[in-house]
């Protein structure tokens, strides 16, 4: 029997190619949008409240420019694809939780721990 992996190699290759390339481009925009955000004195909250209008913006424009006659109907169905997939980051998101929050408070008392040394 053949694996799917046998079947489709080069289609696994290059999904773990663009997979990589998808995460290292969000790494490098996450240092840009913190290092802004510090420069800037922007809170967290206000940050993702910028960038969740930003993705909107693009999002929006994105259907705009990419369709051969774009309408408000079309661009409403575009968001409402929009809203799905928002709906399921968060659902990830909300699984993920536990691992998040315990990885927070580790990093959390990491910086608490280097900062006693300079309070003495």
């Known amino acids: 029997m053949i694996?799917?992996?046998?079947?489709?190699p080069a289609e696994d290759a290059e999904w773990e190619e663009a997979d990589d390339e998808l995460h290292q481009h969000r790494e490098e925009l996450f240092e840009r949008i913190t290092q802004f955000m510090e420069d800037e004195d922007i809170n967290e909250a206000a940050a993702s409240y910028?960038?969740?209008?930003?993705?909107?913006?693009?999002?929006?424009?994105a259907y705009g420019m990419g369709v051969k006659n774009p309408s408000a109907a079309g661009l409403k169905l575009d968001l409402d694809r929009l809203?799905?997939?928002v709906a399921d980051f968060i659902r990830?998101?909300?699984?993920?939780?536990?691992?998040?929050?315990?990885n927070t408070k580790e990093m959390?008392?990491?910086?608490?721990?280097?900062d006693e040394?300079?309070?003495?």
């Open 117 to 120: 040394p300079e309070q003495k």
């Open 83 to 85: 809203q799905r997939e």
């Open 50 to 61: 910028l960038l969740l209008d930003l993705a909107l913006t693009l999002r929006m424009a």
């Open 3 to 8: 694996s799917e992996e046998d079947e489709f």
């Open 108 to 114: 959390r008392a990491a910086i608490e721990e280097e």
């Open 92 to 102: 990830l998101a909300k699984k993920g939780a536990d691992e998040f929050i315990r």
